[in-house]
């Protein structure tokens, strides 16, 4: 032994020595050991000392323990001590403590049945474990059944997992679990279902196959090999199931507390139902082979229900009722057999059985037999000999033995021909391209007596432990060679001698079968052969005590075997007499089952090609024995298993009790060293068993390097320098190409030094800071000290000041004191005189008042009657007149009273508030003079107008005056009168209506009078009411002049008033601008010849062909300038007024431009008629008149057009000088400046576009006049040729008198309606100053009453009162400053767009004009006339509808939309469907929704990427909502427009569609979350838990077998860390993009980002809760960090009102759970209170996972964890449903789909000319 394993050795090291209760025991060294010493001093846990004898050889060193921050590893090779006590050591902690059941060693996976049910077997548990590697997942079942699915796709090789362990161990569960794994992740890619088959199998072979041991309630009695057949895809297409050695005797024989097979006590439980009567089954306990073990019950088992579940897996694989019932009657007649009675003759060697024995009859009823032959050959054999064949008695022990005999081998056959049928149903005709096995079998057992049935389980064992001991060296020896390093052939112990023993030539089964063969052969005899043939064999021994029994020295143990029985049940003799009868039998079944030798069809058997045949058996002309064969199965097992790749699961037992999570060291220790997991540890520990990678190590062991070491890029030579440094042996490490490979034991040496480097800089850490804190201590008491004596001298001095007071104040007292004394003698002296005067003055003045009051008294009586005398007369005489008067005086003063009083309210309310009344009062005078003056132009307007007419009459009246002087007829002249009077009629009642507008024009103006004097009066009353008022604050403010908190309420009401009269002023200056505009807009309303109707005015609009802006955002600019010029925020207002003036100006520049262009195309459209009809001369002359009269209209518009053009112009000018010299200056900041160059830019732009508007102006201009030149030619021709007009001509004059009077009726009518309107606009203005005089008198009442309230407080509360209304004003006035700020920066982005709108069109036009401008400089411009209004509907045939589909959807690509309007193809398709719901179609709209709907779900399904999806989202979504907003409910349209609602569909209910839109849209948003969450899945674990967004926190520990060797070996990236969390927060970003792109509803993009959150949640804290590695303080602050960002973006992108960050509260609870403090009882409430999100078994699950770091963190102990448990279960969660270990990944949201109509019209919906759908017309 070295002197540097000495080393290890010294004092407070921890060792383990053997322990004869616990195996081993704790131990720690306390005096270091020297070598060559005999004695290790040594203290127990419990204090005791120890003297450990240690000896060269007897009593070597004991063993070392492993740090604590190695203990509870996942995989035992990541031990660094690697030996029996560390395994068994921690595998306790991880079952007792934390309650894991699953641990790795090496290739090995270590089950421990825990004895109860734990919520780990989950659909959401194999989603977790599916697709990720062994070592990246805590310890599992699944996690080898993945691996194995993973290698057979990987490596195309076929696989097995081979389950093995003692009875009650887990191994069926295992299997079940492991193939559960299998049919989940590999289901069948059709409808077959063979994933349910093939679970289905289970519960009838556990039914048929198991029973209950003293070991197990649930134990199989037989081995089992499944093969599940996959096909190319790797998807389950069948299956197949082979057995073994079925415990036949199990039906005859069952121990004390044992059951027979489930079967039977389910049919007994079950036989009262109908379709079961007939079996005649009765308790299990009146049957002798169901009853012998006394006990027919399983505690928690319902046989009955079991029965249930069986009969449904027969009927899932296909086996109908009848085969059922047919196989209850075969097993209900196996029991019966059972209890016949057989009855001995006297002699002894006869028997017979009673003819009455009902079991017989039932046994020979149920399976179809003739029961006199059944009783005969019961109880008689037949001999045959050479020569004869004669019948022989059997003695009642023969015939019983002969009854279980065919018992068992009736039960056999059944139990073949299920298998047989499964494998039938589990069959397939496809081809299978691999398969993964799943070995089911018993473990090495060893009872008090152990017969045949124990010599082949572990006969069985021994080949599979051969073979896992040869699989284990060759990866041991594969993985040096892969590092190239060197090494040594490992010695493992090799139990081939022991394999021959039992097979080979003249072994123990081969001399078993030979005396099976001799015709008397015995036990004995085979016993005794044994022992000659055997004795000097080392693996053979005979008991010293027994010449029936031999002992065999297997690997795990020594087994001694006893004889008997060992040749019958060899043998397994069944009579044929009995099997003929069988064979006989009317049931078929019962015929099937004797038929041949092998009731398995050839359908089940799958051939597998061995490695090599199969040895060939001997004997070929005797039937083959049982040992003969197992031996041959055994074979082909075993040459399945080499022919692939084995994946091993070690089943242990942890106690003999079934008692929950209890270990028992000795039990556990024993099948440990049976199942080879320790030999597992032997060889891995022979070699060098601890291995780490360069990066690893250098990061763990980092903090022994020298500082430019660690800076050094080569990690590999710096590592490499370390160990040389640190290690002296050479032969402890090796060096291979990307691993470090450590002797056993090196690695806890590197952690020891590690640990001293840190605890040596913790002390020098800790005297640092206990030095820097006794200076900070020390100063403290410093300042302190020499506080507290100032403190103290200040005390005396101020008790010494407070000493002279104190006598000053004694003599100032008595000074007072006695000159109070004197004063209050002498007062008393004084009062006392006075009082004596008083009372005699009183008494002379009493008596004289006396007399005077009599005198008057009776003067009094006196006058009273003589007023009487004169009253009474005076009523009588007035009585009458009053009477008379009364009535009417009363009613008339009640009126005035309640008109006096109405009045006096309304002024005293409009008093305290409107102290601008007055200015109202003008504005009202002032808006009546120009009433008036539009009245006065109205009558002037008017009186033109009748004059015209009158002219035009007496014209008229004059050619008919003519007329009749030339044709001298009345019969002529009858219809012109007729005319005339008709002309003279409507005359009158144009004058009637005129008569009637100025009555209405009047009296609105008296009520206007009479509304001003009303408000003067008011006015007056205010102000008196304001005088009082203010009368009263004064004598309030007199009265409180000595109290503080009176000065202070009168400087907050002078500052309201202020504030207040400010505000009225703002308000009357706002509304003299209001005013002011709009006396603008009426005046440019009524110039003549410039008015414009709504009708033309939309058709004027219609034309341009850009996107029309709507005059409300307008205002709001110009809103937003007026509220930006009263803040004086020059800086923001310069260029938002500057645009504003631009914009209004090119607005009436495009309009004058429609305008001219419209007045041309008049002249060139009657010209066209003048040459056509020129015996129209009149109308035409007229015509003619009018257009001069536009043209002269049109040149002063021009001129007055130039005229402020100029004017603008300089107003440009001059705002750009500001601008530049305030850009200019040298204080300027470079936003400034930046400001300026946008402001330039824009100036340039508008300059431009008015330019152009001005070469507009001159063309037509131009046109005008040359079409007035040509009008003057042709009226000098009409004049000269208007002599020669006969009288022909006079019935058109007449038309043209009717047209002219047509249109002064027109005209009249436009009057009355202007009058309507303004008459209308007068009353809503009257409406609104009462809305505002209301609103007055609500603050003034509102003031008053706070005013009220402040007089009536105290002046503390009355500070405080006035504080918190000041704190109010503030706060209003922040949240207006708030609110301006965000419409400023709305507006300014509204005029951005205008601009760059209106820069876009002006680019547009003057490409469009330069053309024109050239092409008409030598000839007359030709126009277009104006097209009709676009409603916004779109117009195909039939025929193009495929054409239409594949443009729009099949061949739509997103990206060809990126610069148009969202969702463009739902509003072409819908604006078609209006077409066709607007010609009334219905075919045409059927044919084109199913059409639409159709190519979308293909587009779907043949490109699944997300893109696609959410751009079909949006256009699903856009199209249902068109739907909606244009169907015609009420619902749906209240947001509309009156535009809009003009577009709604007239002739057909689409809910249909609406509703199968809906669907559809559900189906793609679940697939665009299908396809986001399975593009960031990868990423989520590798993001979120391994990656480090937060450097060098995270540690590293040991890593063991599975993490040295992953399963797939290229993964890269995505397996080993390769995304970030900056990936995934990309990748979420990039989903957000494009929804918003695409213009996805926000609400349906919040609910997907929501669901991926959800997603990102329930990945996380899965794989939080199966893996120990991530449980970790670091990992805590790694994902807090993370989650914290993930929040951030959701802020970022307004999505954390959704509802996302709630879904990451469990992993962020999870964060906060592992970084806080888990020691105390308050621990333990802060983390029951804190972890709300999670449930308790999660938060167990963590709390046992938590592992530390290094070893300055402590473990969660046991009592903690036990106390979280104890308050968790005092939470009162849901009793309906247990709560679950994980997350369900599947979880989806209810979806939600808000009703969002769209605010575009569809009139202005520009389609571009990239999409080539030429073929629609806009209609």
């Known amino acids: ?220 009695r037989f081995g089992k090999y499944i093969e599940i057949g996959f096909s190319r895809s790797y998807h389950i297409i069948g299956a197949n199931m082979r057995t073994y050695l079925l415990e036949k005797s199990r039906v005859v024989f069952q121990a004390e507390e044992e059951r027979n097979y489930h079967i039977f006590y389910q049919l007994c439980a079950s036989a009262s139902l109908p379709e079961l009567r007939d079996l005649s089954l009765t308790s299990a306990e009146d049957f002798l082979y169901t009853s012998m073990g006394e006990n027919i019950f399983i505690e928690g088992v319902n046989d009955a229900d079991d029965l249930d579940k069986t009969r449904h897996a027969f009927r899932l694989l296909g086996i109908k009722d009848a085969s059922q019932n047919a196989i209850f009657k075969v097993l209900a007649g196996v029991l019966h057999l059972g209890n016949i009675e057989i009855y001995a003759e006297r002699d002894g060697e006869s028997c017979h059985v009673s003819s009455d024995d009902v079991h017989l009859a039932h ?46 081998h009736i039960y056999a056959r059944v139990f073949d021909w299920i298998v047989a049928r499964i494998n039938v149903a589990l069959h397939t005709s496809s081809k299978q391209h691999s398969f993964i096995g799943v070995l089911d079998i018993y473990g090495f057992e060893t009872f008090d007596v152990n017969s045949f049935e124990q010599f082949c389980i572990n006969y069985a064992n021994e ?37 021959d023993l039992i097979e080979a030539r003249l072994g123990v089964l081969d ?193 022994l390097m020298r500082k430019s070491d660690v800076a050094s890029p080569d990690k590999k030579s710096v590592c490499r320098n370390l160990l040389e440094t640190l290690i002296r042996e050479g032969d402890m490490f090796q060096l291979g190409k990307s691993k470090i490979f450590f002797r056993a034991g090196q690695v806890a040496y590197l952690e020891k030094l590690r640990a001293d480097k840190f605890r040596a800089a913790c002390v020098a850490i800790q005297k640092t800071v206990r030095g820097w804190l006794q200076r900070v201590r020390y100063r403290k008491i410093r300042k302190a000290v020499v506080l507290l004596q100032r403190y103290g001298r200040g005390y005396l001095a101020r008790r010494y000041a407070e000493y002279l007071r104190l006598t ?118 002032r808006k009546m003079d120009n009433q008036g003056e539009e009245y006065r132009e109205q009558n002037e307007q008017l009186l033109r107008a009748n004059t015209t007419l009158g002219a035009e009459l007496s014209r008229v009246q004059q050619l008919l005056q003519q007329a009749d002087g030339q044709r001298g007829g009345d019969a002529q002249l009858a219809p012109l009168r007729a005319e005339l009077q008709e002309q003279r009629e409507r005359l009158d009642e144009a004058r009637a209506l005129e008569s009637q507008t100025k009555d209405l024009h009047r009296n609105e103006k008296l009520e206007l009078t009479r509304r001003v004097a009303e408000l003067e009066k008011e006015n007056a009353l205010l102000k008196s009411q304001k005088e009082e008022l203010n009368q009263k604050i004064k004598q309030q403010s007199s009265r409180a002049t000595e109290d503080v908190g009176s000065a202070l309420l009168r400087a907050e009401m002078d500052a309201e008033r202020r504030r207040y009269q400010n505000l009225l002023k703002e308000y009357s200056r706002l509304e003299q601008r209001y005013d002011n505009l709009k006396e603008e807009v009426s005046l440019a309303k009524f110039q003549p010849g410039h008015r414009r109707s709504p009708s ?248 008053q009453e706070a005013l009220n309230y402040a007089t009536s407080l105290s002046p503390e509360a009355l500070l405080e009162y006035g504080v918190q209304l000041e704190i109010t004003r503030l706060t209003d006035d922040n949240l207006d400053q708030k609110e301006l700020v965000e419409k400023l920066e709305k507006n300014e982005r509204k005029l951005k767009k205008q601009l760059r709108i209106y820069m876009k069109k002006v680019q547009e036009l003057e490409v469009s004009h330069s053309g024109r401008v050239k092409s008409d400089l030598g000839r007359h411009v030709t126009l277009q006339r104006k097209e009709k209004d676009f409603e916004g509907m779109l117009e195909y045939d039939q025929e193009d509808e495929p054409l239409l589909i594949e443009t729009l959807i099949s061949d739509m690509h997103p990206s060809a939309l990126s610069g148009t309007v969202p969702c463009l193809p739902a509003y072409i398709l819908f604006m078609c469907v209006r077409h066709a719901d607007y010609v009334n179609d219905d075919r045409k709209v059927e044919s084109l929704l199913t059409a639409t709907i159709n190519a979308i779900k293909r587009v779907l399904k043949r490109n699944e990427d997300f893109e696609t999806t959410s751009f079909w989202l949006a256009n699903t979504s856009r ?168 929040e951030e973006w959701l802020r970022a992108n307004q999505s954390y009102q959704t509802g996302a960050a709630q879904s990451l509260a469990p992993v962020i609870q999870a964060a906060q759970l592992l970084q806080v403090k888990k020691k105390t009882a308050q621990d333990a409430d802060a983390i029951c209170s804190l972890c709300t999100a999670l449930n308790s078994q999660q938060i167990v699950k963590i709390l046992n996972l938590y592992t530390p770091l290094n070893e300055f963190e402590e473990r969660v102990t046991v009592a903690f964890i036990r106390n979280i448990q104890k308050q968790l279960a005092e939470r009162n969660e849901d009793a309906a449903a247990a709560p679950q270990l994980l997350v369900d990944t599947k979880q989806t949201f209810p979806l939600v789909f808000p009703y969002a109509p769209s605010s575009l019209s569809l009139e202005t919906l520009h389609i571009p000319a990239s999409l080539g759908l030429r073929f629609l017309g806009r209609v």
């Open 511 to 703: 001399l078993l079968d030979e005396e099976c063969k001799v015709p008397k052969g015995t036990d004995q005899n085979w016993a005794q052969k044994l022992y000659k043939q055997h004795a000097s064999n080392a693996h053979f021994e005979k008991p010293r005590m027994s010449n029936s029994a031999f002992i065999v020295v297997h690997f795990a143990d020594k087994v001694a075997y006893e004889c008997a029985s060992f040749l019958e049940k060899n043998r397994d003799t069944v009579y044929d007499e009995q099997i003929n009868i069988l064979k006989a039998s009317q049931l078929q079944l019962v015929a099937d089952l004797f038929d041949g030798d092998d009731p398995a069809p050839k359908s089940a058997r799958v051939n597998v090609r061995a490695a090599r045949a199969a040895p060939k058996p001997t004997n070929r002309d005797h039937r083959k024995t049982v040992g003969l064969q197992f031996r041959s199965s055994l074979h082909l097992l075993m040459e399945t298993l080499n022919a692939t790749t084995p994946h091993y699961v070690r089943c242990i037992k942890p106690n003999d009790d079934k008692e929950a999570f209890s270990f028992d060291a000795r039990r556990a220790v024993q099948q440990l060293r049976a199942c080879g997991v320790l030999e597992t540890i032997r060889i891995s520990a022979a070699g060098y068993p601890s291995r780490w990678t360069y990066g690893d190590f250098f990061s763990r062991y980092r903090v």
């Open 1096 to 1343: 033309n005015q939309s058709s004027l609009e219609s034309d341009s062909n850009y996107t029309s802006i709507s005059t409300s955002e307008a205002g709001d600019a110009d809103d937003a300038v007026q509220l930006v010029e009263e803040m004086g925020v020059a800086k923001a207002a310069m260029d938002i007024g500057i645009f504003v003036k631009l914009q209004k100006r090119v607005r009436e520049l495009e309009d004058e431009r429609k305008r001219l262009q419209a007045s041309v195309d008049q002249m060139a459209g009657e010209k066209d008629c003048e040459e056509e009809a020129a015996a129209k001369s009149l109308k035409s002359a007229a015509a003619a008149e009018q257009e001069v009269a536009d043209l002269a209209y049109n040149n002063l518009k021009r001129q007055e057009l130039e005229s402020e053009n100029r004017k603008l112009k300089a107003d440009l000018n001059e705002l750009r000088r500001g601008v530049g010299e305030r850009a200019a200056d040298a204080d300027a900041s470079r936003q400034l400046r930046d400001g300026y160059d946008i402001l330039m830019s824009q100036l340039k732009a508008a300059s431009e576009e008015l330019d152009a508007r001005k070469e507009e102006v001159v063309i037509l201009r131009t046109q005008i006049v040359s079409t007035a030149q040509q009008h003057d030619n042709k009226r000098a021709q009409e004049n000269a040729s208007a002599d020669e007009v006969d009288t022909a001509t006079l019935p058109s004059d007449k038309d043209q008198a009717l047209m002219v009077y047509r249109r002064v009726c027109q005209s009249n009518k436009l009057l009355e309606r202007d009058l309507e309107t303004q008459t209308r606009q007068h009353g809503e203005e009257v409406e609104a100053l009462r809305a505002e005089v209301e609103a007055l008198k609500e603050d003034v009442e509102k003031k």
């Open 363 to 408: 046994f020979c009823r149920l399976l179809c037999l003739e029961a006199p032959q059944m009783e005969h050959w019961l109880c008689h054999r037949k001999l045959v000999t050479a020569t004869e064949t004669y019948v022989k008695n059997m003695s009642a022990k023969q015939a019983a033995n002969a009854r279980d005999a065919l018992a068992k």
């Open 1 to 220: 032994m070295s002197a540097h394993y000495h080393q290890h050795y010294a004092k407070y090291t921890r060792v383990w020595i053997p322990d004869a209760q616990n195996v081993w025991q704790a131990a720690e060294i306390s005096r270091d050991f020297n070598r060559g010493e005999s004695v290790l001093h040594l203290r127990l846990e419990d204090g005791t000392p120890v003297e450990y004898p240690v000896g060269p050889e007897s009593n070597p060193l004991p063993f070392l323990r492993n740090p604590d921050i190695l203990v509870g590893e996942n995989d035992l090779t990541a031990l660094s001590y690697l030996h029996e006590p560390a395994v068994l050591h921690n595998l306790r902690v991880r079952f007792l403590e934390s309650s894991h059941i699953y641990t790795y060693c090496g290739i090995v996976l270590v089950a421990i049945n825990p004895y109860e049910e734990l919520q780990i077997y989950g659909e959401e548990v194999i989603n977790a474990y599916s697709g990720r590697n062994m070592g990246d997942m805590d310890p599992h079942i699944f996690a080898v059944a993945e691996e194995a699915y993973k290698q057979m796709a990987r490596d195309e090789r076929n696989q097995s997992i081979i389950v093995s362990g003692e009875s009650g161990a887990g191994k069926t569960v295992s299997a079940k679990y492991a193939m559960r794994f299998f049919a989940t992740v590999g289901g069948s890619a059709n409808d077959t279902n063979v994933e349910e088959k093939v679970l289905a199998s289970s519960p009838i072979m556990e039914a048929i196959g198991n029973a209950k041991t003293t070991r197990n309630d649930n134990s199989s």
């Open 1519 to 1686: 199209l249902l909502h068109c739907l909606k907003q244009y169907s015609g409910d009420e619902a749906f349209m209240v947001q509309n427009t009156s535009k809009q609602n003009e577009h709604c569909l007239k002739n057909f209910d689409l809910a249909e569609y609406r509703s199968v839109l809906s669907d559809l849209s559900i189906q793609i948003y679940q697939q665009l979350i299908r396809v986001a969450e399975a593009a960031i899945q990868p990423m989520i674990v590798s993001a979120m838990l391994e990656s480090e967004s937060i450097p060098s926190l995270a540690g590293v520990k040991p890593a063991g077998y599975r993490n040295r060797s992953s399963s797939v070996e290229n993964d890269g990236g995505a397996a080993s860390g390769g995304y970030t969390l900056r990936t995934l927060i990309r990748r979420l970003g990039l989903f957000h993009g494009v929804m918003g792109d695409h213009g996805l509803d926000p609400e349906i993009a919040g609910q997907a980002v929501r669901q991926l959150f959800c997603c990102i949640n329930a990945v996380t804290l899965n794989n939080i809760l199966l893996r120990k590695d991530v449980c970790s303080w670091s990992t805590g602050m790694q994902l807090r960090y993370n989650t914290s960002q993930l």
């Open 808 to 925: 000053r104040a004694a003599v100032a007292c008595q000074k007072n004191y006695r000159m109070a004394r004197e004063r209050r003698a002498f007062l008393t002296v004084r009062r006392a005189a006075v009082t004596i005067q008083a009372f005699a003055r009183g008494m002379f003045t009493r008596r004289i008042y006396q007399e005077f009051l009599l005198h008057h008294k009776a003067l009094i009586v006196q006058r009273c009657v003589r007023g009487w005398l004169q009253r009474l007369k005076f009523r009588r005489m007035r009585r009458a007149a009053v009477v008379l008067q009364c009535a009417y005086r009363r009613s008339r003063a009640l009126r005035r009273f309640k008109a006096l009083k109405t009045e006096t309210r309304s002024a005293e309310a409009l008093k305290k508030l409107n102290t601008g009344m007055e200015n109202k009062i003008m504005q009202l005078r």
């Open 463 to 499: 080949k599979l432990q051969q073979q896992f001991n040869s699989h284990v060296f060759k990866l041991e020896q594969e993985e040096y060679v892969k590092e190239q390093i060197p090494w040594t052939l490992i010695d493992f112990h090799d139990n081939q001698p022991c394999i």
